[in-house]
Each structure stands twice: as C-alpha cells, then as structure tokens.
C-alpha cells in the first residue's frame, strides 16, 4: 500500500486474449529488480498454462514483490521500512468457435493491502480473422489498513475493457484498446501528508474517482527479420488528471538464435485538481502524492533473448532467455524536495532476468 | 459507458451477420504471425514492465494491448 501497488497489469492480463486458439501452454519464470528513488523492489514470478482438454486451458501465476522503502514520501514525512506482497493469479480459458472466453481470479496480500479480483473476458475473430474483437470486465474489493494504527477502510473497483485488433496489410497490423476504471472508496494512501503553509496534514482525497484510457498502436514488419512498433495513449479522469504516452519499438533477428528489442517511452502528466506542493489554506481534498503531480517522465530500454530450440530436457519443446534492462527517468514540475527546496527529480533502473518455455 | 457498451455489442452482432471478404488472404499473413509482431512476446516481462509505470504515474488503463493476436494462426 506505502507504494501504492496496483493490480491493473494483471487484471488486464485476463483480457490479453487471441481468438480463435487457446494460448499455448507455456511456462514463464522471472527475478525483477527495480532501483532507484530510495526504492527497492524485487522478487521471483513463476506462471504455468497447460491445457486440460482440447477446448479448456488453465493458468496459475504467482507473482512477490519485496520492498524497501526510504523514498522522498517516507524520508520527509515517516520511517524507511520493509515489506512483502505477494499475488496469486488463477485463470481458465475457453475457447468455442471462433469464440475464447476466459475467467479469472487474483488475490494480493501485503500487511496493509488486501485485494480480491474477479475477472470476465471475451474475444472474437470476424470479418474471416482479420479482426479480432474483445471485451472484458473485472471487479475488485480491496481492504485498505495502516499497520500501526486500526484504521480500516474498502475499496471497490470496476474495470471495463474494449479492444481491437485489426490487420491492415500483410505486414501491418494495428490496435486499438480503452478502459474505464471506476473506483468507489478510501482512495488516499493513510501514511501520506499534504502540507498546509508548511505544516503536514493527513492527506484527503475524493472517495470516487472515474478514469479512461484510449490507445492506438501499430506494428509493422519492415523487412523478414526486422519490426518496428508505435503506441500512444490518452488518459483523462475525473480528477482533472490528463496524460499522454508515447511508445516507439524495433524488434531484430541477429542470426537464427538472437532477439534485440529496443524501446524508448515518453510520458507526460498534469497534475489532480486537489493536487498542490504546499497549500495556502485548508480545502475540501488536499494531496501531495507526487503521482498526482504535474511532470514528466522518460524510459529507454533494451532486451536481448537467446532461443533454445532443441536438445532441451523435461520435455520441453523449445524455450527463451532473456535479460531486459530500463533506464526510468522523473522530473516534476510542481513536487519539491522539501530538504533542500528543489524540484524533485530522480532516476531508476529495472532489471528482468527472464526464462520461458513451451512443451 | 452503459451505452458505449451496447453500441460495441451491437457492432459485434453485426460482425457475425456480415459477410466481408478479408482484403488480406491467410496465406498472405506469415510476416504477421512472426513472433516478433506479437502484440507481447513476453506477457509477464510486459505486465510487470507496465506495473512499474502504474505505480508511479496517475495514468492507468489500456497498458497491454486487448486485442492480441492477428487471426493468422
């Protein structure tokens, strides 16, 4: 909860569907770190898919994220501490025609966060598999505690999700993707201080809040061996927060073993409504979530994959390793850094070591 | 969003109804069913990578492509 943990990604991921044939059984392995900001956050992932009949799949995911926290939030307003979350995704798939359909259920612990979420989803090929139409909904309750205190408060979360996938030329094919997210709840973080002339208050936040997000992509083959892709993203909410996210990507063969993909993503925000630095009076909501904030943030990442088509033991038919690094960029435009007065900006790093195979 | 919502099941009704000759023929699509066109080659780097901006941006939503494959398989 202190790092505000989401469990969007995953929720989504119950909606990553392709018509018309069941995802291949596969088994995914990853350790992730991420550094930087006074953060650290690491831990192992594990995923397995098999299927159980010719039309049903099932998949179990489990997910630790381990945290170390001496961040500007926690430096400037609480003491760095330590914790564990751990997620547990289980999903079936269902594929009927030209028709997959899948549920799916997610469950988040950490010492001060619990949630539950419950996750339908439906694609469709049409128009003879050159579009593929899907649609999905998720709901979430959420239990939000402070571990020193026996505050205790409920967050409940709908998700609705469109998406359409459609070929336009042998070797371009384009996206698009919305999603409203409706939130109802104690939608603050309990540790976190706004700051009224200087002095820290509690944080007060609306306990509604309505969001959509609509993205185009397009990814083309630019020659055998080579892909590039492009996205960008629309996000406006009813807390006055608008966002723009641009993504550009080149995926190359280097001979018949190797894969490099690089990346680069720009993403610019203005801030919540109720956000401010330091207030000049008492108002009805008040935050200094730096997320809220008005800024601006860059990624440049690159991937390298090593492909393993024989000689593989247990079975396995063929697999992938891969080794993924991004370099994460801040700056804000309204957050200061109250120990000497700055803007704040910061920069981090991620790391992927990642193992996946298919049998 | 009750509307938008009936609108895309209206549409997808339609979808079924029609009959649309595909401008792209299956055996015109083997660039598309390459791997390195997926949508996510990696779906558990991908979530994470897009859970890592979540937690740090406002924005959230629409982070993984919905539609996922090409109809080429």
Known sequence: MRLRLLLLPALLATVTLSAATLPEDRVEAMYHRYDGGGVTVDGPA???????????????????????????????????????????NLGLDWLYGDTLMAASFTHSDESDYQSDTYGLSVAQDVFGGMTTI??????????????????EDTVDRDNFVLGLTQIMTPTLLATADYEAVLEDGYLANPYRSARILGAQVPERYPRTRT???????????WSKDTALRGRYRYFTDTWDIKAHTFELGISRYLGERWTADLSYRFYT????????DDFDGEYNYMSRDKELSDFDSHALGGRLT??????????????????????LR???????????????????????LYFTSWY | MKRLCLSFIAVLCFAGCTRVEPWVMPYEREALADPIM??????????????????????????????GGCGCN
């Open chain 1, 134 to 151: 899907s649609m999905g909904y998720a709901h979430g309750d959420d239990t939000v505690e402070r571990v020193d205190t026996d505050f």
């Open chain 1, 46 to 88: 594990l995923f397995a898919r098999r299927h159980i009949t010719n039309t049903v799949s099932a998949a179990a995911e489990y997910y630790v994220d381990s945290i170390s926290s001496a961040s500007i939030d926690v430096v400037t307003s609480a003491s760095p501490y330590s914790e564990q979350r751990t997620e547990t």
């Open chain 1, 269 to 276: 925000q203005d801030g919540a409504s109720f956000y401010s």
């Open chain 1, 330 to 352: 801040f700056d804000y435009d309204n957050f200061t850094d109250i120990r000497n007065g700055d803007l704040y900006e910061f920069s981090s790093q991620v790391f992927q």
């Open chain 2, 38 to 67: 997926s949508t996510s080659r990696d779906p558990m780097l991908d979530r994470h990578r897009a859970h890592v901006f979540d937690v740090r941006e406002g924005a959230r939503g629409a982070t993984v492509s919905q539609g």
């Open chain 1, 306 to 327: 090593w492909s393993m088509n024989n000689g593989l033991p247990l079975g396995l038919d063929r697999a992938n390793l891969t080794l993924s690094y991004d370099y």
């Open chain 1, 211 to 221: 969001s959509h997000a609509l993205a185009f992509s397009g990814i083309k083959s």
